[in-house]
């Protein structure tokens, strides 16, 4: 749903303008968190009520018929452009046969009689690129480059995945409570997301609208913030181990484990990694998705997007993979329960977001941008729609 969703709504913004085109992923992110922040503060804490849950299903069931209502209505001023080409044959097609044409192609000896000789640009397609054009091939390096920059976000996805959790359930104080309080919902991200991208799109990208980093840049930002939102994490449990000796006590806990009690801290402290992990998604999530379209051809959009959800995917299993053996390590070894699973774990992360950042700022300078005509590309997009607008009144 959401590679096609956003897909949809940017075939829908052909003649916008690039700031506008990145506003639109912003707000499809901030509507995204809309919905989960409704589920998750509101349909989450009326759930041990039957009336109040019966009252949240219906008014989920009201919004989705709405939203299937209106797209039965607008359906005819919906830009459905088909894709010609499909992308994984034209990516399957290419590799094959530069995997079994390894040299360049030369003519036949019978074809030299021939009383109208080929062009040089024919004979040098012919000759080298097969029977695909010079921009199927680009399509397809641009593909896989793109590709290597979002696999090397995986050590921020190893990061973002598990460490909310891990923080809320490992530092939250129980005498606070952590279900259905205001407190919750406050150090929840989805709160910061829903403030911090309607204040970005209207007050702050007006005023720096010029002095706002490249895409690029703005996600290897994203990263080095997360490692500090785990380091800042790794300070504040370093800090109740300390409470703990200094009271004499050796009793350490592990939310990865079982049968283990409690350290706690206010749940005010939680803010601070909080607020630097949500902070480190918005820049590096949106930017991921404006990086994709800003670079990935026209027919290929879809399939990025798909590629770097399969990413998101198959690091979020690793995250979960490394937290759980982290946990059971952690229980098994008896001797070492001076140290808390949360130093372990945030140790760990850090080195996993070094390793991330490293590699991801190596193939982020190696990446060559797409160079094209795209505006000619959008206005034959943009001219062809009018056209059939045009023919379909007649």
């Known amino acids: 749903f959401r590679t096609n969703i956003i ?9 916008a303008s690039g700031s506008e085109q990145s506003a639109f992923i912003h707000w499809y992110y901030w509507s995204m968190y809309a919905g989960t922040a409704t589920a998750s503060s ?27 209502f209106l797209w039965y209505c607008l359906n005819p001023w919906f830009i459905k452009e088909p894709i010609t080409n499909n992308p994984f044959k034209t990516v399957y097609m290419v590799l ?26 024919d004979l ?19 593909f896989f480059a793109t590709a290597l920059v979002l696999l090397s976000i995986g050590g921020f996805i190893v990061i973002n995945y598990t460490f909310e959790s891990f923080i809320i359930h490992e530092m939250a104080d129980p005498s606070v409570g952590v279900h259905c309080t205001l407190g919750d919902i406050l150090t929840s991200e989805n709160l910061i997301i829903l403030i911090g991208i309607p204040i970005y799109e209207l007050v702050i990208c007006p005023i720096v609208q010029n002095y706002v980093p490249t895409i690029l840049k703005r996600i290897g930002i ?22 703990s000796v200094l009271e004499n006590s050796h009793q350490t806990r592990c939310v990865l484990a079982t049968n283990v009690t409690n350290s706690t801290i206010s749940s005010g402290f939680i803010i601070i990694p909080m607020f630097l992990d949500t902070t480190a998604e918005l820049l590096v999530s949106i930017s991921a998705l404006e990086f994709i379209f ?9 399939m990025l997007v798909g590629t770097y959800y399969t990413i998101q995917g198959v690091f979020q299993v690793a995250s979960v993979l ?16 001076n140290v808390s699973c949360g130093t372990v774990y945030y ?26 005509d795209e505006h000619i590309e959008q206005y034959m997009i943009v001219e062809d729609y009018y056209s059939k607008a045009t023919e379909a009144d007649r």
């Open 96 to 121: 094959k046969y530069s995997s079994i044409h390894k040299a360049p192609l030369y003519r036949s000896a019978l074809t030299y009689w021939d009383d109208i000789p080929p062009s040089r640009l």
């Open 347 to 372: 140790s760990v992360m850090i080195l996993v977001g070094i390793i991330g950042i490293v590699a991801y700022t190596i193939l982020a300078r190696r990446y060559k941008k797409r160079q094209r």
């Open 7 to 15: 897909q949809f709504g940017m075939d829908q913004t052909v003649d």
């Open 124 to 142: 040098g397609k012919s000759k080298f690129g097969g029977p695909f054009s010079t921009e199927e091939v680009e399509d397809v390096k641009t």
């Open 42 to 68: 509101i349909l989450g804490c009326l759930y041990t009520n039957f009336l109040p849950f019966v009252i949240a299903v219906g008014i989920n069931v009201l919004l989705t018929g709405l939203a299937l």
């Open 294 to 302: 800003a670079q990935s051809p026209y027919g290929m959009r879809s």
């Open 222 to 243: 994203g990263i080095i913030v997360d490692i500090v939102a785990v380091l800042s994490a790794f300070i504040l449990d370093l800090y109740i181990n300390s409470q």
């Open 322 to 337: 490394i937290a759980v053996t982290v946990g059971r390590s952690w229980q098994d070894h008896q001797s070492s329960r």
